[in-house]
């Protein structure tokens, strides 16, 4: 079993509560591509007579390096600790989101640009911001982990309505360069001053200066590889990024084809932020309470109701802020449900590699999904076939956590009561 802390929850939060608003601070820079490309299809289809698929192209590009380069992430923080990696990717993550107002109008130029993007991505992807976090929480873990992640419900809140106002003003070109200095001069001295590796003892206890050091508790590799739940959790990742994170991603173009203005659909998509932070508060406490798979598995149908919204009633503007909510209480929730089990299913000895793996179904989804709705958009001129398909991958997902079955390391309490 998973070492239990000898610290109450309240004990830890007096204790680390900085390193995890570091930590949320941090993450918000690892989704500036996905929240603050929708703003931008407009104007780069009027500059450029792009395509929505080729725009979104450069998420498919982000989304397979991430797959590929995950779990040796995970790995490097294993060994190195998140600290460092975590610095160099706030740095390198906003200035690639800067350089997008270089973009040219050619193929190679856009393509390179997102390659720069996709490299500085791995420094701040998921696993760096979850390792450190998850080694300081024991007892309120899904809470910390919900903190977090609110840091991208952070940028889904304000990052579309202050690209549209910023792109109103200045021009796409500033505007990229600006939301990226911003995002930099916030974050950078936070993470600088409080983001810090996890102890492996508590901080009342310090750790001799002689003898081995501690081991975590967790599968080795080999035997993770060998569990159902491994991939089960991989499949719900992948499937969920495929679908809900491309509707995010198109969810402004979306709106404007069904009648919506560009200020009334980018104020509606930051509706998607503001519900988001209440589904990772909400589930990061049903988490430390309940049945975690069977919370995972509640989230993740949510998406179903909103796509039937937008499918059927999707010019009326009352369904598409509901909708809207609903997928920012989805993923407000998919990453800390993931997270969360993958700590309690496989422990800590090797969470970065695990967690990491995890990490890479998330990308491929998000690789291919964007680029799958605009194809789907491009070829339809609607979005109706893919909101039908997203409706029946989430309905896989969500089967899919609902089997996983009891965690094998850590608490998860009232294991009946959901």
Known sequence: MERSSSLTAPAEWRRSWRVALAASLGYSIAVLHIYGLGPFFQPLEQEFGWS????????????????????????????????????????????????????????????????FLSFANLWAQTTVWVAAVAGHFERSRGLALAITFSGASLTATLLPAVATQLIGAY????AFPMLGGLWLVIVLPIVFLFFRSARLVPA????????????????????????FAFYKLFLASG??????????????PLLRDSGA??????????????????????????????????????VFTLPIIACALLFFDGSN???QAIATSIFGLTLGAEIDVIGYLTSRHFGLRHFGMFFGAMVGGLA????????????VFDSYGSYAPFLIL?????????????????????????????
Do not use: K
Request: proline share 6%; charged share 10%; with cysteine.
């Open 317 to 319: 503007p009352a369904s």
């Open 52 to 115: 929505r698929a080729f725009i979104s192209a450069g998420l498919t590009i982000a989304g397979l390096s991430g797959a590929v380069f995950s779990v040796p992430i995970g790995m490097f923080i294993d060994r190195l600790g998140p600290r460092p990696i975590g610095l160099i990717g706030v740095v390198l993550m906003t200035s690639a989101f800067a350089l997008f107002g270089t973009a040219t109008g050619g193929s190679a130029n856009w393509i390179l640009l997102w390659a």
């Open 390 to 418: 997203t409706m029946v991958l989430m309905a896989i997902s969500s089967l899919a956590l609902a089997t996983l079955g009891r965690p094998r390391f850590g608490i998860d309490p009232h294991e009946s009561q959901l």
């Open 239 to 252: 499937l969920f990024t495929f679908t809900a994170v491309a509707i995010v991603v198109h969810i402004v």
């Open 204 to 227: 009342e206890q310090p750790q001799a200066s002689s003898g081995p050091a501690p081991v975590l508790p967790g599968l080795s590799a080999a035997e993770g590889l060998c569990t």
């Open 171 to 174: 021009g796409w070109r500033a």
């Open 364 to 375: 491929v989804g998000s690789a291919f999904g964007p680029l799958a709705a605009g194809a």
């Open 261 to 298: 203005d560009a200020a009334g659909a980018a104020y509606i998509a930051g509706l998607v932020g503001i519900f988001s932070i209440i589904g990772r508060l909400g589930t990061g406490f049903l988490l430390d309470r309940l049945s975690s798979h069977l919370v995972g598995a509640l």
